[in-house]
């Protein structure tokens, strides 16, 4: 039902085309990796299913709870429960953590119901110590200004900690990989194994097998030159990563 349905996307950058006619469905409780070299448009893909105004699609319909997204704006995006971590996540300073979850977690709560008026402080504060506690960080992290002088670990543990504060019924992470030492990498995706499940679909976009050790997919998809050009389940990444792309590439030029 809550499935994410993505039909014959086409997306410019500017005047360049990216993605060129990309099919993709995103399954509620399902594990999706999202696999491909640099620079084929992976990025682009989780951009323009967030909404972002640079990314332009010129075609194609992208379907969420019997809706096309792409009439709705980023903020409405989000608050029907889709989420994108960011590969390069953008500093707020000025705003601390813990008032940016809060007031993130308000808005989502309002979209669902509208007399909601707001999570209590105590229990905010409670369901963000038992969310940092799940993704091992340190709850003086919830006082710190957004993304502001953290490290590219401490930036990739804060957007998976939005994603275990907000739970998503669909979420995008974006290379969370990038960046982590083999610990972090560890301890970010038991976060997000423990918050998988029926009600939550999760895209994981990366070039690198290695994640996927941590998070296993249900299946995975190779995008390659603005498609995807290959399906298959866990097996597909293993031979990836012995094979590389090249096979893909005559395989799909043949
Ligand atoms: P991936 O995430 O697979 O590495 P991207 O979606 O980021 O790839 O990029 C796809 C293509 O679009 C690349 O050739 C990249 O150089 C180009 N591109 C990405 N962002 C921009 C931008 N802001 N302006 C111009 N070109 C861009
Ligand atoms: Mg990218």
Known sequence: MSDLVIHNLHVNIGDREVLKGLDLVIE????HALMGPNGNGKSTLAYAIMGHPAYTVTAGEILFKGQNILE????QRSRLGIFLAFQYPVAIPGVSVANFLRTALNSRRKAVNPEDKGIPIPEFRRLLRERMDLLKMDHAFAGRYLNDGFSGGEKKRAEVLQMATLRP???ILDETDSGLDIDALRI???GVNALRGP????LVITHYQRILNYIKPDY??????GSIVECGGPELALHLEEHGYDWIREKVNS
């Open 72 to 75: 709705l704006e980023p903020d």
């Open 188 to 190: 970010v995706s038991e």
């Open 199 to 202: 009600g939550m679909g999760v």
């Open 169 to 171: 019924e669909i979420a």
């Open 220 to 225: 995975v998809h190779i995008l390659l030159n």
């Open 28 to 31: 509620q409780g399902k594990v």
